[in-house]
């Protein structure tokens, strides 16, 4: 795949739509082409936010581990952005990704992808409106998943993470 | 340290002076026969006196003594003499002038040379005793001390010191002698031409040093001048870079002027002052002679005076200017010397100094004995209260926390307890004994402190390792050969160490370490540790291989080869790594990097100069690759030129593509679209054509991702591979190493000759994985050590300077648990990392202090949970003590008992 493969996939993306071709070819210069095989992890919940992934093809899942074990969310976005919130925030990652079948990505790096921000305004647009766009379906989500809350359960508290790290060997 | 300059000299070089004062004395007589031979020359043998009635021949060597009268009055004969003529006489006489001479000059030669030993012997006893003061000084007084005013006092100050040593007494002993002598003559002469040349010696003697001292005043200030310069360019020196950061060179510049301005105006009245008083000097010299003409001879024509005495007179006299001048210059010397050595020894002379270490070190304070501390108040130098009267009792073992804000008292009590402070009040004891008096040998025995400060010195990470435990006094051995007595007779002498450096001065026995193999493990094993271990690990790998490899090791490192690939095979990892094969083309490696396909040394074949080199240039020609190369060039830098637009030269995004120079582009970038329009190749400048070539050479298909690398190219530039390694004059086969499968290549680094290959891209997170897998193959080898052991010979440039600031700490952080003292004290010591690296280092440091002390200066953010005891500190007070028995439960919690009376000092602050 060249980079000129590359930047057709990603105009195809509603979120790049409004971003010119030669802002695309950039993003594919500056970025690595990588291949996840599937149950191949992408990246693991505590790890350091080092980069971020832009998916090209591919189906992956997202999984959290908390102290009563471990909760899968199964989606299957194309063009998702993967890892901004991380980078963006300066947190560690806040769940696990895995490839479900062959993942086709493009990843970049932290540094290049927050000074693509200040470079270019219609990737920056692009990337807020993603978020926008995920914080919208996780309202949805959150609103029917409380439908099927029995009544008087307590309010959930945001702040609270139940995320608890794997365990991690020291070396 | 004796303040008086005689004395200090007299109380160790006694002996020496002695016997070179005897040697002196010795060639008096010597020196005395050699001025009167002469005489002898001239009067007897060729004026003839002795033949003077006729006679042939004259009776030579014949000695007698005789008796004075109270013994006896005897003489005896001790030879007859011979008889011999005139001229055999002139001659006898003229050889014994000669045996004459050579003797004195022996006696000069080693009366110098023993001088000038004696001179040096005392230096190096001086210097020594200076330096050890130094090492003495306590911490406060030692914060305030500029080394490189130090330097300079013990390296240049003392330098004229060590000059005068051998001149102190025998210079006045030797010149007085004769000056005496020669004066007594004139005295015996004629009491009144006497008494007036003694009278004119006198005026000499007390005027000129009178008018000298003004010399010596100004002496002072320029000694002191001179220190403060060098102290001050040291500084600038060392602060350089920040120097740079501002801008402010030009103001340093101006103070460094003023300051050799002063020195020069100094100097400047110095000269004047020194001439006039030698003009003078030489001025009072020649009056002499000229009253000693006038008035003498008035009194020889008034016929008072006899002719033979007045020239014996004049004879004698001129033999005095010489000593007496030399000793006034003596005298100036003395005044100089001792103004300097009272200056430098009155700088090294502080107060209070650390105490020594006795010779038998008092046996360590039992494990559990807890430090005390009662009414500890610590001033800081100007006054302000820092401590405030605090008591607490620290049990031992167990982890304390010392909380508070910044810049309150928690972050003076590890100072404290660290004997950086040593001048407080109230006391600090372990075991009854005060840490503030405890010597260097029984507190380092007992207690380590380490802060944000690592003190690294040259060398290399394993000497830094190294040196915090170098604290064994190896017993002296017995010399071995003449050269060794040599060295150790000369150590006893001038009281100077007499174990040599390259003793063996590692504590293995205090360390429980058996020998110098173990030490490798024990290095390893604080890295581990401290986290610091794959880092040095890394910078092994980094590390050049080198030409000096066992053949074990070797043959281990090839092995490791084939090994690390089948276990990147077993773990799946095997599709992450393109191996360098001599007829594959590596697609992870850049198109040069195929063609050249071994490891450049030197400049020659280093990338960036590949396309210029002609002979590289000419194997493209050979295989027809100009062509596509240029095509591969344009079309790198169309695209460049297309997504970049806009972005500034220096943006970090265009770092994939650094190797096109934005400014060489603008420049040719006409010519590019000209021959764009055109449509024809063949209208590139050489230049161009140049530039494109050496573009296209860093090309790699993956990275850049042009699809512009198919199969007719790899086919070319296999070919050009097999022509390059072929057609390579034998000349230049040093600038390369080929890559080879059965051989190791010394210039390339450790990693690159074990993974033999490229990192292939696109595949995430490859690198560690791949890195941590060839890790442990390494590690089954035995090969881990000698990895370890080329990261810690990396060499870590004075202060540090080659290290980062965390690989600096993290050596300090080594020495110390290298050492496991029984008391860790931790200073602000974890400051330069990231909280959850730092978090996770005081969990392997509380790990492996186990079953002893750890007290560790915390903000009261952090997370205390892990502590026994929490001191908790507000400003100068201690607010809270907390003990806990297991971490997160709270048994105690207690205040201090409120404190009543407040001094006098604090009411009034």
């Not at chain 1, 409380?146 to 991690?168: F, H, S, Y």
């Not at chain 2, 194997?619 to 695209?639: D, F, S």
Request: charged share 25%; glycine share 8%; aromatic share 8%.
């Amino acid at each position: 795949m060249t980079i000129e493969d590359e930047v057709r996939s990603l105009q195809k993306f509603r979120m790049f739509k409004n971003v010119e071709s030669a802002k695309l070819k950039l993003l594919a210069m500056i970025s690595d082409r990588v291949v996840f095989q599937p149950d191949e992890v992408i990246y693991a919940q505590g790890d350091p936010s080092d980069a971020v992934y832009i998916v090209l093809e591919g189906q992956f899942k997202v999984s959290l581990n908390t102290a009563n074990g471990v909760i899968d969310f199964a989606e299957h976005v194309r063009g998702a952005l993967l890892g901004e919130a991380g980078v963006l925030c300066d947190e560690s990652r806040m769940a696990t990704i895995t490839a479900e079948t062959t993942v086709v990505a493009l990843r970049l790096d932290r540094e290049p992808f927050l000074q693509l921000l200040k470079e270019s305004e219609p990737f920056n647009h692009a990337v807020m409106r993603e978020l926008g766009r995920q914080i919208m379906e996780l309202n949805n989500i959150c609103a029917q998943l409380v439908q099927r809350l029995p009544k008087g359960t307590p309010a959930v508290d945001a702040g609270r993470r139940i995320g608890v790290p794997v365990a991690e060997t020291a070396h | 340290m004796a303040v008086n300059f005689f004395r200090y000299v007299w109380r160790h070089s006694r002996r020496e002076q002695l016997i070179v004062l005897l040697y002196v004395v010795a060639s008096l007589p010597f020196y005395w026969w050699s001025l009167d031979v002469p005489k002898r020359i001239v009067n007897e043998a060729i004026q003839g006196s002795v033949f003077a009635h006729g006679e042939a021949t004259a009776r030579l060597f014949d000695y007698s003594i005789s008796l004075p009268s109270f013994l006896g009055g005897r003489t005896y004969d001790l030879s007859d003499g011979v008889m011999l003529q005139q001229v055999p006489y002139l001659f006898a006489l003229s050889m014994v002038f000669l045996v004459l001479t050579l003797i004195n000059g022996w006696f000069k030669y080693v009366i110098n040379i023993r001088k000038g030993i004696l001179g040096e012997r005392m230096l190096r006893r001086l210097r020594f005793e200076l330096f050890a003061l130094v090492m003495r000084f306590r911490p406060e007084d030692a914060r305030t001390t500029k080394s490189a005013e130090v330097t300079s006092m013990i390296k240049d100050e003392v330098e004229p010191i060590g000059g005068f040593f051998g001149e102190a007494f025998i210079t006045p002993a030797f010149l007085g002698t004769q000056a005496l002598t020669a004066m007594a003559f004139i005295l015996a002469q004629n009491m009144w031409l006497g008494t007036l040349s003694l009278s004119l010696i006198a005026v000499q003697g007390v005027v000129i040093p009178y008018l000298r001292r003004e010399q010596i005043r100004l002496g002072r200030m320029r000694q002191i001048e001179s220190r403060i310069l060098a102290g001050r360019i040291g500084e600038m020196v060392e602060a350089s870079p920040m120097l740079h950061a501002f801008g402010i060179t030009r103001f340093t510049s101006s103070e460094i002027g003023k300051r050799l301005g002063t020195l020069f105006d100094i100097r400047l009245r110095l000269y004047r002052r020194k001439f006039a008083v030698k003009y003078l000097n030489n001025l009072l010299a020649q009056l002499t002679p000229f009253i000693f003409y006038t008035l003498g001879g008035y009194l020889a024509l008034q016929g008072r005076l006899d002719i033979g005495q007045l020239v014996a007179v004049i004879a004698a006299y001129r033999d005095l200017p010489g000593p007496i001048k030399e000793l006034i210059d003596w005298d100036q010397q003395r005044a100089d010397v001792t103004v300097k050595y009272e200056q430098v020894v009155g700088a090294f002379a502080k107060e209070l100094m650390l105490t020594p270490d006795p010779e038998t070190v008092p046996a360590p304070p039992p494990p559990d004995a807890p430090i005390t501390i009662v009414g500890l108040r610590v001033l800081s130098t100007r006054g302000l209260v820092q401590i405030d009267r605090m008591s607490a009792v620290i049990d031992r073992p167990g982890r304390v926390a010392l909380a508070g804000p910044s810049g309150s008292a928690r972050d003076i009590l590890p100072k404290v307890l660290g004997r950086q402070i040593t001048d407080y009040q109230g006391s600090v004891t372990i075991g009854g004994r005060e840490i503030g008096t405890m010597s260097d040998r029984e507190a380092s025995a007992v207690m380590l402190y380490v802060s944000g400060e690592p003190y690294i010195m040259s060398g290399t990470i394993r000497d830094n390792l190294c040196l915090a435990m170098r604290r064994a006094v190896p017993v002296p051995e017995e010399p071995k050969d003449s050269i060794a007595r040599y060295w150790r007779e000369e150590a006893l002498q001038t009281d100077n160490p007499i174990v040599s450096p390259e003793a063996e001065w590692i504590d293995y026995a205090g360390l429980g370490l058996s020998g110098a193999d173990e030490l490798n493990t024990a290095i390893i094993a604080a890295l581990r540790i401290v986290r610091g271990y794959d880092d040095i690990f890394r910078v092994g790998l980094s590390s050049q291989l080198g030409d000096d490899l066992d053949l074990p090791v070797a043959e281990r490192l090839l092995a490791a080869r084939s090994a690390i690939l089948e276990r990147y095979t077993q773990l799946g990892l095997s599709g992450y790594v393109e191996t360098f094969q001599p007829d594959h083309f590596n697609t992870s490696a850049s198109i040069g990097e195929n063609l050249l396909f071994g490891v450049s040394i030197g400049r020659r074949f280093a990338p960036e100069n590949l396309a210029h080199d002609p002979f590289v240039r000419s194997i493209i020609a050979a295989e027809a690759l100009v062509g596509p190369l240029t095509a591969i060039g344009l079309k790198m830098v169309e695209t460049v030129a297309e997504a970049f637009q806009g972005l500034a030269a220096d943006n970090p995004l265009r770092e994939r593509y650094s190797f096109i120079d934005e400014a060489e582009l603008n420049e040719l970038w006409p010519q590019v679209q000209v021959a764009w329009q055109r449509g024809q190749r063949r209208q590139f400048s050489p230049e161009l054509r140049d530039k494109l070539i050496s573009y296209a050479l860093m090309y790699v298909e993956p990275r850049h991702r042009l699809n512009l690398v198919d199969e007719q190219l790899i086919a070319r530039v296999l070919r050009a591979r097999a022509s390059f390694r072929e057609f390579l004059p034998a000349k230049d086969a040093g600038e390369i190493e080929f890559y080879d499968t059965a051989r190791l290549m010394p210039a390339a680094s450790i990693r690159d000759n074990v993974l033999f290959g490229r990192i292939r891209y696109g595949k995430a997170h490859a690198r560690e994985k791949l890195l941590a897998a060839a890790t442990q193959v390494l590690d089954e080898l035995g090969l881990e050590s000698f990895v370890v052991s080329k990261g810690l010979d990396q060499e870590a440039g004075p202060g540090g300077r080659l290290l980062s600031p965390q690989q600096r700490v993290t050596v300090q952080l080594a020495r110390a648990m290298l050492r496991r003292p029984d008391i860790l004290i931790l200073d602000d010591a974890l400051s330069s990392f990231g909280s959850t690296e730092a978090h996770m280092i005081m969990t392997n440091i509380f790990e492996a202090m186990a079953g002893k002390t750890v007290i560790a200066a915390q903000s009261n953010d952090d997370d205390l949970g892990a502590f026994d005891l929490v001191l908790s500190f507000e400003g100068a007070k201690l607010i809270g003590t907390e003990r806990r028995g297991m971490r997160g439960t709270e048994e105690q919690r207690s205040e201090p008992p409120a404190v009543a009376e407040r001094s006098p000092e604090e009411a009034v602050k």
